[in-house]
């Protein structure tokens, strides 16, 4: 390569970091140890290629990798890929990978393995994947280290779509021109990542070993790791307690249980590793009937409930107050966006004004309140809401439902008002956007724009900013938009929500990226 | 009124008297006894019982325990009595026309009745509210759905046993015609043997509620005792208060019941010994 | 020829009752709105159509309800029970894991519930009126009004939480390596609590039956004889009375065999026992329909497994019994 090819790599490399040879090998990181953890529930199945569900994402971080990681600050640094780079342009990327990656099957990896699974594997999967790859005008594979994606018309945030939960590349000699699902290698579950799947004995637990063929020199230090099933909160708190398990993450642990954990002497808890994620939860109004249609409704909605208090009293503390559809966690954050504080005479005031005036009872309105069927937590929100609201004349009535029954109704718009919590993967364009654009009102689709809520602006100012080439024009488009959103009190935001994970204090190194406990363990040791 | 006396003289039934009246009172009263709503978060969570203003304690998010007992007693006590009526009416109805039709009627009837008995039943309901959705109705539904085949049993029994007798022979052959014969002869005699065995289907009514709450398939926006005792589970270990005093309730009303029931039996059929209702 | 005769019909009446069962099952839970694609498309993270027309195409949720009904019994007879979505498995291999450990449950259950309700009530009896026989009337009436998860709550709160005699939760314990021995010993521990919790409303049933039962038989001609003999009390307790009152207990039991079953749901919840009814709390959340269908199948099975050995046992008892002769 020339001095201007590699001054280009240089540049755009821009925080890649330091290239993972040797750095390792720094002191204090004794190899050897098994880690003991829970997953809750057990995963289907253990190709997060083809399933993504939250428990096979977080034991499949070890078993497959991609090409990049991100940083608590949401920078990419090397996955698979050594370096990368950006053409002017915005439409090529070209991303050089590192040496000698091999299969647990010892098969080598190369860039036909990524374009593979980027294009074949993940578009036929993957329904997130799909969204940005969909995207693509082609990927080669010039050679067996280099990666050349390019894309149709510019799209900022496809650097954040190369984590192992988003694009984790599996083989293309084991699942070329077969049927995915029914392709026998995915009980072997075949991955790249530095564990490999030893044994799994459902109901009891999953067995990882070290992948002596890892890429990265003296990586992963810890020789196994036990994912143990345990369905039931309490028992997964005694054994966090006793020292069965050695960790616990998102919420293998009850709010409740937290702040006497927290002060035990052998644990140590963090709420960070979560930042790639930032589940963000709110109160989802349907636009589509009155009297949530009218933005002063929304409002008051957001007036009358203490969401501080309800930090405090139902999470126990955990997570921060949502001021807007963007975490604080997420790249391009606003903070400067309308208030909405606790200010139930304001909520009252508002109604007022919308002419629906208290009647029997004080009541002014009655709404369904569809509650999220995933747990006792949710339950709790769901009463604090309705305690809340109701001070203020809306009368809430709670409707409990399944899993199944709860997906369709939101997907089919056949509710008043839910809670419902999303991923925001990084990037507003990835998980943002979705709940808010007009062109993402698609019925019968979970996790689509559900609310109803139309802004031609909100789609111009998204439209523009997942094109735009440099971070500062997106910076001010994605800060116009979210004040405008915030002002409109497009849904009720309540939450960041924060998920303790605990570990034992002597486990070091565990959270290191924005994906947490998701990602690959590589550097956790034992001191 | 020598039935009456009879019920007096047993102190199982007295005793279970003076408790269900006490539970009664309290549903009804509960505004005026405890005027707190007991879904407000009046207090920090977890307050152990004789904290000021909470003489029962908090649960997990600060509300009052003994509020939620007053206010459940309603809940727990309507829907027993609800779907003990919907039961006795699905109940009597069947067993009615199974004895008084006989034959294959009473056969394809006694079969059903015999299928609703055979599969556990628990799971049947709790199939029911599921799949309709946990509302109050389909609670009652679904416990009435169960309970039943007993009180068709029974009647189809005591119509089997009175079809036959003279008294209504006569009034046959003097022209009365089925319905009236059904009506003004049979069913007042078959009255004291349904009426004990329907109450002690409320007692039976409100375990099954309490438990569907308990597995979080009750009405969300009713606090029964059940839903108390659910919500309390996770949280044993830091606030026993929280499961001890529902529980207990569901306890102490449930047994008044059952001696009432059957002190009441006792005092209707002497000479029968004492059997378990099944 | 009779016995042969007999099991026929018991094997024709099981099926019947088995059609008719998951012909209900299957109305029952596709008359709810939703379906299963929805769910899992939902819990990936995103949805959108090619993946549910996937989802659909490939569990044959596309189909016409009496199609799907029609292959679903089919298959029921021949001992396939589908495949669950949400755990990508034959439902039969996931129902067969659990079994056993509900089977431990409500075997032990019901053993220990007639066991010693007949014990109690034949204590209870021959010492009519004395106060032994008060307490366990009183003690009977109690367990008979508790809510059986409240119960088990107590108990926890009880020989866990407060004594830690006994663990709280699950079937076994977490991580510890014991040898084969030990290992029996850690699941019996387990298995204390939740058996006691079970049994203890039934075993009340028994015992005041069996009291009655046994009141009632004392005041029999043949137990005046046979004291008249000069036998001593214990053996006309043993040799005449018990076997004689023990008949409605046996019968009762396999009545009440349903609703023992039905109440390993609440118990397996409580204890997080790692048995079918758990399974059944799973399942609904998820809407999982043919875990469901193959739970309730296998679990009314169960039920008339229990019912034709007690009636087994009814014969041993009293070879002059007819099964016909069960009146309602």
């Known amino acids: 390569m020339n001095r201007r090819d590699f001054a280009k790599l240089v540049l755009a490399a821009g925080a890649a970091g330091p290239i993972p040879f040797g750095i390792t090998r720094a002191a204090g990181q004794t190899r050897g140890g098994v880690l003991t953890t829970v997953i809750q529930p057990e995963p289907p199945i253990l190709v997060s290629a083809l399933n993504q569900q939250a428990p096979t994402l977080t034991v499949c971080g070890k078993i497959y990798e991609s090409l990049l990681t991100y940083d608590f600050d949401l920078t990419p640094k090397p996955g698979m890929a050594q370096s990368w780079e950006r053409s002017p342009d915005g439409l090529t990327y070209t991303f050089k990978l590192f040496p000698g990656i091999t299969f647990h099957d010892g098969s080598p990896m190369t860039s036909e393995d990524v374009v593979f699974s980027v294009t074949k594997a993940l578009m036929e999967a993957h329904a997130r994947a799909r969204g940005t790859f969909s995207r693509l005008a082609s990927a080669e594979a010039p050679d067996p280290l280099t990666v050349v994606f390019k894309l149709k018309e510019p799209f900022a945030p496809f650097l954040h779509a190369f984590d192992a939960t988003t694009a984790p590349i599996i083989s293309k000699a084991l699942y070329e021109n077969t049927d995915l699902r029914q392709n026998p290698n995915n009980a072997r579950a075949i991955g790249t990542g530095p564990f490999k799947l030893k044994e799994w004995v459902k109901g009891s637990h999953i067995h990882l070993v070290r992948h002596e063929g890892y890429y990265r020199n003296g990586e992963p230090y810890l020789d196994e790791i036990y994912y143990r099933v345990i369905p039931d909160a309490a028992s997964r708190a005694v054994a966090l307690e006793s020292g069965t398990i050695q960790l616990t993450q998102w919420n293998d642990v009850e709010a409740f249980d937290v702040p006497r954990l927290k002060a035990l002497p052998n644990l140590d808890m963090t709420t960070k590793g979560y930042e790639f994620y930032a589940p963000h939860l709110w109160l989802e109004m349907n636009t589509r009937i009155a009297p949530m249609n009218d933005r002063r409704f929304r409002q008051a909605v957001l007036y009358a409930i203490d969401r501080e208090a309800l930090r405090k009293r139902v999470f126990f503390g955990l997570g921060k107050v949502a001021t807007g559809p963007v975490s604080s966690k997420t790249r391009f954050y606003e903070p400067d966006v309308k208030t909405y504080e606790y200010a139930p005479a304001k909520a009252a005031a508002l109604l007022d004004e919308m002419g629906l005036k208290p009647g029997a009872g004080g009541k002014r309105v009655s709404l369904k309140y569809l509650v999220p069927p995933y747990g006792e937590l949710w339950q709790r929100v769901a009463e604090y809401v309705r305690q809340s609201l109701g001070k203020v004349g809306i009368d809430i009535v709670l409707e409990g439902i399944d899993v199944g029954g709860w997906a369709a109704r939101c997907g089919n718009w056949e509710f008043e008002i839910s809670a419902p919590w999303t991923y925001q993967y990084g990037d507003p364009a990835l998980g943002v956007s979705r709940s808010y654009i007009s062109t993402n009102i698609r019925k019968g689709i979970l996790f689509s724009n559900t609310s109803g809520y139309s802004n031609p602006e909100v789609d111009r100012l998204f439209e523009e900013a997942a094109v735009a080439r440099d971070d500062a024009t997106r910076q001010a488009l994605y800060s116009r938009v979210q004040k405008i959103l915030v002002e409109d009190a497009a849904v009720a935001w309540l939450t960041e929500l924060d998920f303790p994970t605990f570990t034992d204090k002597r486990i070091k190194d565990l959270v290191v990226t924005g994906s947490g406990v998701n990602d690959t363990f590589a550097r956790a040791y034992r001191a | 009124m020598g039935f009456v006396r009879a019920f007096l003289r047993n102190p199982g039934g007295v005793i279970g008297l003076v408790l269900l009246v006490a539970v009664v009172v309290v549903a009804i009263f509960a505004p005026l006894l405890v005027p707190v709503d007991p879904w407000e978060m009046v207090g920090a969570p977890f307050e152990p019982p004789l904290s000021p203003d909470l003489p029962l304690g908090s649960d997990t998010m600060g509300r009052d325990i003994a509020a939620g007992l007053a206010h459940g007693a309603r809940v727990s006590l309507a829907i027993g009595l609800a779907s003990t009526l919907a039961a006795l009416l699905i109940g009597v109805a069947i067993g009615a026309t199974a004895g008084w039709f006989g034959g294959v009627v009473d056969a394809v009837l006694m079969r059903i009745a015999e299928l609703f008995q055979t599969i556990p039943g628990f799971i049947l309901a709790v199939l029911l509210v599921a799949t309709l959705g946990p509302s109050l109705a389909h609670e009652i539904l679904a416990i009435a759905a169960i309970s039943w085949p007993p009180l068709a049993r029974l009647t189809r029994g005591e119509f089997l046993r009175l079809k036959n007798r003279d008294f209504v022979r006569a009034a046959a052959c003097q022209g009365e015609r089925p319905a009236a014969l059904v009506l003004r002869h049979i069913l007042p005699n078959a009255l004291a043997p349904i009426i004990v065995t329907g109450s002690l289907t409320v007692a039976t009514a409100i375990l099954i509620e309490s438990a569907l709450s308990f597995l979080g398939l009750g009405d969300p926006n009713l606090m029964s005792w059940g839903y108390m005792v659910g919500a309390a589970r996770t949280v044993i270990r830091q606030a026993w208060w929280t499961s001890v005093f529902p529980g207990a309730a569901i306890l102490v009303t449930v047994l008044a019941i059952n001696l009432v029931g059957e002190a009441l039996n006792d005092a209707l059929n002497p000479r029968l010994a004492r059997r378990s209702g099944a | ?328």
């Open chain 3, 1 to 328: 020829m009779r016995t042969m005769a007999a099991l026929a019909a018991w094997i024709a009446r099981t099926l019947a009752v088995i059609l008719v069962i998951a012909s209900v099952n299957f109305a029952l839970v596709h008359a709810a709105p939703g379906d299963p694609a929805q769910v899992i498309a939902g819990q990936s993270g995103a949805s959108d159509e090619t993946l549910l027309r996937q989802l659909r195409a490939e569990y044959g949720l596309d189909k016409p309800y009496p199609v799907q009904l029609a292959t679903y019994l089919g298959r029921v007879l021949r001992l396939d029970l589908g495949y669950s979505y949400r755990q990508q498995r034959p439902v039969l291999g996931l129902v067969l894991e659990r079994l056993p450990a509900t089977l431990l449950l409500t075997g032990t259950a019901f053993a220990l519930a007639l066991g010693s309700g007949i014990l109690l009530g034949t204590l209870s009896g021959v010492r009519a009126g004395r106060w032994s026989d008060t307490l366990i009337g009183l003690v009977a009436l109690v367990l008979y009004a508790m809510p059986v998860f409240w119960l088990g709550l107590m108990l926890v709160l009880v020989f866990s939480v407060q004594l830690e005699w006994l663990p709280a939760f699950g079937y076994r314990s977490v991580g510890a390596t014991l040898s084969p021995l030990g290992q029996v010993g850690d699941v019996l521990a387990h298995l204390i609590l939740p058996v006691l919790s079970l049994a203890a409303v039934y075993l009340a049933v028994y015992a005041r039956l069996m009291r009655s039962s046994i009141v009632e038989v004392a005041a029999q001609d043949f137990v005046k004889t046979a004291r008249a003999k000069g036998l001593t009390r214990g053996r006309v307790i043993r040799d005449h009375m018990i076997r004689n009152a023990i008949l409605p207990v046996v019968t009762v039991a396999g009545m009440q065999a349903g609703a023992l079953v039905g109440g390993s749901v609440v118990v397996e919840t409580v204890f997080a026992w790692p048995g079918l009814g758990r399974l059944v709390f799973e399942a609904l959340s998820q809407r999982d329909y043919p875990v469901l269908l193959g739970i309730f199948l296998v679990m009314s099975v169960l039920v008339i497994v229990i019912n034709m050995l007690t009636d087994l046992l009814s014969r041993l008892i009293d070879p002059r019994i007819d099964a016909s002769a069960k009146a309602a």
